[in-house]
């Protein structure tokens, strides 16, 4: 029994020799070999943080059109090739226009009937008054002489001079020339009105033979080439299609929580996966009233100044739009931060003992960490030998001792310690969160 027990209390203090401990447990706070680690410190800074929120979308064009021929006929002529940049009114598609020609002459001969019974000389000039018009003007003055018969024959019948028939014959002559002037009046409104469809149907022919030139109604360039030379197509086919490449829109979403931070003109930088590294600016320009309840985010939309052509219409693109700027913000260097597990800490040098803190990380930005929570800004942290120091630890700083350790952030043990006083496994700090 006895020589278990002296055992026992050589094992054990072997052990406690290992990690630099007397077995009565003296010097506790003290390094390997009974020495106090020596650190490097550095104190707490003051940084200026951007805000900003995460976005992700895709490049549109702001306007694209898909152009249609307005009249029917065979292809002459397609100048446009996949991919051509035109601008508003540069010709698309020629269609044959000799059958669309004869259509307007056409047109132009029943104008030119209508206006030659209205007495229009000039095919600018408007319809003459109805008393100007030379139908009108001699149904008028038959009913006049009709009228004037009617009343000598009146008068002549009361003192006998005329017979009863003579007055019946004047009486009915008078009212068939009243009735051929209302026919006369009534014809007047017709030709009027036949003016009116007469030149509808030329300027129609008209606008048919320019639209033998199909043309392009914006700028941008030609995503799609739809007809060949020699084919026949019909009103309303569809011949090629336009989009618009400068500016472009980025169509994305932003979560809810910051709608009040979202304003027209703010700068917007994203990336595409064709040009890796570079980075291209927007600024917002659209933004939607309403939220969508179901993945609570609010649309925007952002125009993207696109000169060069490098971006085009159905990119994905990734990026960030800036929110405002955080004034005097509590940073920590990379070197005292470590992490493990998810959860980031720091220590703390207090007369000359460590103590480790927990503390809730922000943004990173030149080799610092914003902490948001777990510091009051006048702590002395350390930055060297993290992976030997536990709270209440003693220990010394300045240029002497085992100066700055190798990685200061969960490193391997250094020879002689005990594997089991440190972490299995060392982790970066979290990453940045928005």
């Known amino acids: 029994m006895t020589y278990r027990l002296l055992v026992l209390v050589v094992s054990f203090s072997c052990v406690a020799c290992q990690r630099g401990a007397s077995p009565a447990g003296g010097g506790s706070g003290r390094g390997r070999g009974g020495t106090a680690p020596n650190v490097t410190t550095a104190t707490l800074g003051r940084i200026s943080v951007e805000r900003r929120a995460d976005l992700s979308g895709t490049l549109v064009s702001p306007d694209q059109a898909k152009v249609s021929s307005e009249a029917a006929g065979v292809v002459r002529t397609v100048p446009i090739e996949l991919g051509s940049e035109v601008r508003a009114g540069d010709a698309l598609v020629t269609l044959e226009p000799r059958e669309l020609a004869l259509s307007l002459d056409q047109a132009d001969s ?15 000039q408007q319809p003459p008054d109805d008393t100007q018009i030379a139908s009108v003007r001699q149904a008028l003055a038959n009913r006049d002489d009709a009228r004037a018969t009617y009343d000598r024959a009146t008068q ?8 009863k028939v003579d007055l019946d014959a004047a009486e009915t002559r008078f009212k068939v020339m009243e ?21 509808a149907a030329y300027d129609l022919a008209q606008k048919k033979l320019n639209d033998a030139v ?7 360039a030609v995503a799609e080439r739809l007809v060949q030379p020699g ?28 709608a009040a931070a979202i304003h027209k003109d703010q700068i917007v930088d994203f990336e595409v996966e064709a040009f890796p590294g570079r980075s291209f600016k927007g600024k917002v320009a659209f933004i939607s009233p309403a939220v969508d309840q179901t993945t609570r985010t609010f649309a925007i939309e952002v125009l993207v100044d696109n000169p060069d052509r490098l971006l085009k219409p159905g990119f994905f693109a990734k990026g960030s739009v800036g929110l405002k700027v955080d004034e005097n913000v509590i940073a920590a260097p990379d070197d005292a931060v470590s ?8 220590y703390v040098i207090e007369n000359g003992k ?5 503390i809730t990380l922000g943004a990173h930005q030149d080799k610092q960490w914003e902490v948001v929570d777990g510091l009051k800004g006048n702590e002395v942290l350390a930055t060297s ?28 043990a250094a020879p002689g310690a005990d594997p089991a006083a440190q972490p299995s496994t060392s982790q970066a700090p979290a990453g940045d969160t928005k």
């Open 110 to 124: 029943a104008l030119a009937q209508v206006e030659a019974q209205l007495g229009i000389e000039n095919r600018q």
């Open 156 to 163: 002549l019948n009361g003192r006998g001079l005329v017979s």
């Open 179 to 199: 009735a051929s002037y209302s026919a006369a009046m009534d014809n007047i409104r017709v030709l009027r009105a036949t003016l009116q469809a007469r030149r």
């Open 214 to 220: 199909i043309k392009a109604p914006v700028e941008g």
């Open 231 to 258: 084919e026949f197509i019909r009103e309303n086919t569809q011949v090629a299609t336009i989009v618009q490449i400068n500016p472009l829109k980025l169509r994305t979403s932003i979560q809810e929580k910051f």
């Open 339 to 346: 992490t493990l597990a998810g959860v980031s800490t720091v």
């Open 354 to 358: 460590a103590r480790q803190q927990v």
């Open 385 to 412: 030998q993290l992976n030997q120091l536990a709270t209440g630890m003693a220990v010394t700083t300045g240029e002497g001792g085992a100066g700055r350790g190798r990685g200061g952030r969960g490193d391997v």
